[in-house]
């Protein structure tokens, strides 16, 4: 169990952030079926989890700058030996300092109570619909009761504020996700040794995976693309199952998840295992872009600088080898580069 004093703070600090008459309704995830009676394993939405390190399905927080409340599974020892102990309300209230916990059947009794008299509901609107439906069906009725004085929110702000807390990351989160990139590194290096002509891109991907759950993390952070040859075109490539193929290059784009951080590498080698001198000298073309956008990661540099100075420098190596032809101006101008580079020099989330 993480220490909860970082989650109470988080919380008391997203309330500062809620002007009086404010009030956010942030939901947990909930299982996602499969197949039949097969569920995806579970992950906790990554707001949830940043603001309660709660990892239970279901769980529904409502804050307002002065007053904070959870709804969550009841606990159910029926149900917690099928699918696991559950931490209930009175432990939940006690651990995140709330005013208030509620089982989740407590949910449409209680909620309209919230809400009643706030003007600004907080919502990450449009993830799930019936969700929002239920949101604004509450709004409304409510809002039909305006002769005895009653009102509901009638403004929905995305509450991207917790994002952009997110961003900010602390000394702690930093080490989770240096961890992360350790093992991430520890996979690929093992990866590139391993691989031979004649595997399966998906036994690449099972080295990725073993890698990663040995180090300690959770493995990956997200689908791990294996591409090889012409595959590696395709920048969300799922398959993973070709032979890889003497000559070929292997694109592998993989990161290990720890604690919810996870990292997210883009590697490209040789099958063979050596480059042919065209592969080496694309290669190092990429590598230079790499290493002057690394170079330009100083703090209060915005990110669209690095993304613009790359896209430059691309677009004079795609003339210089005639892949492109006009003044470099003209080829950023008309966006010809996106032939080849298609997609920004990284992503935040
Ligand atoms: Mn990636």
Redesign the pocket.
């Given at each position: 169990m993480v220490d909860s004093k970082i989650y109470i703070s988080r919380i008391q600090s997203v309330q500062k952030q809620l002007k009086s008459g404010g009030i956010l309704v942030l939901f947990a995830a909930s299982h996602v079926t499969r197949n039949r009676d097969v569920e995806y394993k579970f992950r906790q939405d990554s707001d949830f989890y940043y603001l309660t390190g709660i990892n239970e399905p279901d769980s529904i927080l409502v804050l307002t700058e002065d007053h904070s409340v959870m709804f969550c599974l009841p606990k159910d020892k029926d149900a917690e030996i099928w699918t696991g102990i559950r931490l209930g309300k009175n432990k939940i209230k006690k651990q995140l300092n709330l005013n208030e916990t509620f089982d989740l059947s407590e949910w449409k009794k209680e909620f309209p109570k919230l809400i009643l008299n706030k003007d600004t509901l907080y919502h990450f609107f449009g993830i799930n619909s019936s969700r929002d439906q239920y949101l604004l069906k509450t709004c409304h009725e409510i809002s039909q009761k305006v002769r005895d004085g009653k009102f509901a929110p009638e403004r929905i702000i995305q509450p991207y504020f917790i994002h952009e807390m997110r961003l900010n990351k602390s000394k702690e989160e930093i080490i989770i996700l240096e961890e992360s990139a350790r093992i991430t590194a520890i996979g690929h290096i093992r990866l590139m040794r391993e691989s031979l002509p004649g595997m399966r891109e998906y036994q690449l991907e099972a080295i990725l995976e073993d890698s990663y759950l040995s180090e300690g993390s959770w493995g990956g952070g997200?689908g791990h693309?294996v591409a090889s040859g012409k595959n590696a075109c395709i920048l969300h490539y799922v398959e993973n199952n070709a032979v890889l193929k003497k000559g070929d290059l292997v694109l592998v784009?993989s990161?290990a998840e720890k604690n919810y951080y996870t990292a997210?590498?883009?590697r490209c080698f040789p099958v063979d295992p050596k480059f042919t001198p065209a592969q080496s000298h694309i290669y190092s073309l990429v590598l230079a872009a790499q290493k002057n956008a690394i170079r330009m990661c100083v703090s209060g540099k915005p990110f669209y600088d690095i993304h613009d100075a790359t896209v430059r420098f691309f677009s004079e190596c795609l003339k210089d080898l005639n892949l492109l032809k006009g003044s470099v101006d003209k080829i950023i101008e008309k966006g010809d580069y996106k032939k080849f580079y298609m997609h920004m020099i990284g992503h935040f989330f």
């Open positions: 997200y693309i784009d990161g997210d590498v883009t």
